[in-house]
């Protein structure tokens, strides 16, 4: 059975993952730096019986992670490389999965996830077969040339998160960066859809072409040929020159079609043909024009449910949701919400009122308790209005209050009514009062343990107890401390 290699400078990490190990019956070895990890790659190999899986921290003395897996992916026989972080962010995320990472965790991590993710990558066969390997990774005295798609490109600064649900995003941003494949983005409006694709095309070979966007809905039908296409002059009335399209000035980066499922259905065999021969007609045109373009779409429709309604093209559909990729709305992000919105108070507070803005907790609950239907887009209008309003150097729930007022009754009338109900209904075992307490304290623990991802320390900080404290409350409340 092929080990595992632990690389983390943080001894307290190393003795967690062992100890996973030998739960899973894997043998392992330990590296507290990536210099001590390339030692040991080169002592023990890749074979049969050598090093099949890096556990690999980021963060190390010396070389990064980073560094280190852009060497190890590189070479022949290459282990499995899972990248952990307690940095959570898509710049991490998707710079691990370029460099050819099998999965990314963040710290705190789930040690079950992480049983199951050993169990499944020691027992997988290596890429680039047994048979024909050595055994050991060759010595280098300079690490394999990071492959063209490698660059170091700033991404988005808005697309924000650090919830798992943005974390399976970022990673796939990073799997799909590294080929050709055609993308399908579907999510909500307000999602996120043109952000994802703008970090799809900066970590691409084509990073240094163009980004054109269409937008599919805003078109009117009788010129979206003209406008995917181009027209030769005289194709039609006003039609006074030769014009390009969307198609032709992307050429060499990517096309974003936006609203894809707008595109008439009488079009979409055309684009379907464009798609497929990788050749364009322009309208009047007599001879085809070959194209060059990586095209990523996006929907906040249903296309499968359009398909089988016949609104949409089986074989269209297919041929754009190559990889598809769903972006979670923000109300399945809960622990995105605060980071979003101080994210945007720092984007826009210096520019509007010319200072640093703080985000009061009594702030943080009512956005916390909002359903937001608007997804990421409503939640920055309502901190650039809460802005606007405020005149000192904190928002806190009076300039949230007229902004979103369903969240602030909501969250008067849930705590009022369940006051009531115990006050109006029989008395409970052990009191009135100690059932209230139980009421609230229960899901407050539930949420900060979902917060910090079960991790019992970080939930006591931010609880404002210490750690022994949290744990008898949540024996006391039946809640199995982990």
């Given at each position: 059975?092929?080990?595992?290699?632990?690389?983390?400078?943080?001894?307290?990490?190393?003795?967690?993952?062992?100890?996973?190990?030998?739960?899973?019956?894997?043998?392992?070895?330990?590296?507290?730096?990536?210099?001590?990890?390339?030692?040991?790659?080169?002592?023990?190999?890749?074979?049969?019986?050598?090093?099949?899986?890096?556990?690999?921290?980021?963060?190390?003395?010396?070389?990064?992670?980073?560094?280190?897996?852009?060497?190890?992916?590189?070479?022949?026989?290459?282990?499995?490389?899972?990248?952990?972080?307690?940095?959570?962010?898509?710049?991490?995320?998707?710079?691990?999965?370029?460099?050819?990472?099998?999965?990314?965790?963040?710290?705190?991590?789930?040690?079950?996830?992480?049983?199951?993710?050993?169990?499944?990558?020691?027992?997988?066969?290596?890429?680039?077969?047994?048979?024909?390997?050595?055994?050991?990774?060759?010595?280098?005295?300079?690490?394999?040339?990071?492959?063209?798609?490698?660059?170091?490109?700033?991404?988005?600064?808005?697309?924000?998160?650090?919830?798992?649900?943005?974390?399976?995003?970022?990673?796939?941003?990073?799997?799909?960066?590294?080929?050709?494949?055609?993308?399908?983005?579907?999510?909500?409006?307000?999602?996120?859809?043109?952000?994802?694709?703008?970090?799809?095309?900066?970590?691409?070979?084509?990073?240094?072409?163009?980004?054109?966007?269409?937008?599919?809905?805003?078109?009117?039908?009788?010129?979206?040929?003209?406008?995917?296409?181009?027209?030769?002059?005289?194709?039609?009335?006003?039609?006074?020159?030769?014009?390009?399209?969307?198609?032709?000035?992307?050429?060499?980066?990517?096309?974003?079609?936006?609203?894809?499922?707008?595109?008439?259905?009488?079009?979409?065999?055309?684009?379907?043909?464009?798609?497929?021969?990788?050749?364009?007609?322009?309208?009047?045109?007599?001879?085809?024009?070959?194209?060059?373009?990586?095209?990523?779409?996006?929907?906040?429709?249903?296309?499968?449910?359009?398909?089988?309604?016949?609104?949409?093209?089986?074989?269209?559909?297919?041929?754009?949701?190559?990889?598809?990729?769903?972006?979670?709305?923000?109300?399945?992000?809960?622990?995105?919400v605060v980071l979003l919105a101080r994210h945007f108070l720092a984007r826009y507070g210096q520019q509007l009122k010319g200072r640093a803005v703080a985000l009061g907790k009594d702030a943080e609950a009512m956005l916390l308790s909002h359903p937001w239907p608007g997804n990421v887009r409503e939640l920055q209008n309502v901190i650039q209005r809460a802005l606007l309003k405020l005149n000192g150097s904190r928002i806190g729930?009076?300039?949230?209050?007229?902004?979103?007022?369903?969240?602030?009754?909501?969250?008067?009338?849930?705590?009022?009514?369940?006051?009531?109900?115990?006050?109006?209904?029989?008395?409970?075992?052990?009191?009135?009062?100690?059932?209230?307490?139980?009421?609230?304290?229960?899901?407050?623990?539930?949420?900060?343990?979902?917060?910090?991802?079960?991790?019992?320390?970080?939930?006591?900080?931010?609880?404002?107890?210490?750690?022994?404290?949290?744990?008898?409350?949540?024996?006391?409340?039946?809640?199995k401390p982990r």
């Open positions: 059975m092929r080990k595992v290699l632990i690389v983390d400078d943080e001894s307290s990490i190393r003795f967690v993952l062992a100890r996973t190990c030998e739960r899973a019956g894997v043998p392992y070895e330990e590296a507290g730096s990536a210099e001590e990890a390339r030692v040991k790659l080169r002592a023990l190999g890749t074979g049969p019986a050598g090093i099949g899986l890096l556990l690999l921290d980021v963060r190390l003395p010396g070389d990064d992670g980073l560094k280190l897996l852009g060497e190890v992916a590189g070479r022949s026989n290459s282990p499995f490389v899972v990248v952990m972080t307690a940095e959570d962010t898509m710049r991490t995320a998707v710079e691990a999965m370029k460099r050819g990472a099998a999965d990314y965790l963040g710290k705190p991590f789930d040690l079950a996830r992480v049983e199951r993710i050993i169990l499944d990558l020691t027992a997988a066969p290596i890429e680039n077969g047994d048979a024909e390997a050595t055994g050991h990774l060759e010595e280098r005295s300079e690490p394999a040339a990071a492959p063209r798609h490698f660059r170091d490109v700033a991404l988005p600064e808005t697309l924000v998160g650090r919830s798992s649900a943005m974390i399976d995003v970022f990673k796939e941003v990073g799997r799909v960066a590294r080929t050709e494949m055609t993308v399908l983005l579907m999510g909500e409006s307000g999602t996120g859809k043109e952000l994802v694709a703008r970090a799809v095309h900066s970590n691409s070979a084509r990073s240094t072409g163009p980004f054109i966007t269409v937008n599919m809905a805003a078109l009117p039908r009788d010129l979206i040929e003209s406008e995917l296409y181009g027209h030769e002059k005289g194709s039609f009335t006003g039609a006074v020159e030769r014009r390009p399209g969307k198609f032709e000035l992307a050429s060499g980066g990517t096309l974003f079609l936006d609203e894809i499922g707008e595109l008439p259905i009488e079009l979409q065999a055309k684009l379907l043909r464009v798609l497929q021969e990788r050749e364009i007609d322009r309208v009047g045109g007599s001879r085809a024009l070959p194209v060059d373009v990586r095209v990523v779409a996006a929907t906040n429709a249903d296309l499968a449910r359009s398909v089988e309604e016949g609104r949409f093209r089986r074989d269209l559909y297919y041929r754009l949701a190559v990889v598809p990729v769903r972006l979670p709305p923000l109300r399945e992000r809960e622990a995105d729930a009076a300039e949230l209050s007229g902004l979103l007022p369903a969240a602030a009754a909501a969250a008067e009338r849930g705590l009022s009514g369940l006051v009531h109900s115990m006050l109006d209904g029989t008395e409970p075992d052990g009191g009135r009062y100690q059932a209230a307490i139980e009421a609230v304290e229960r899901p407050l623990i539930a949420a900060a343990m979902a917060r910090t991802k079960g991790n019992q320390l970080r939930a006591a900080e931010l609880l404002g107890m210490n750690r022994n404290t949290l744990r008898e409350r949540m024996r006391a409340l039946g809640m």
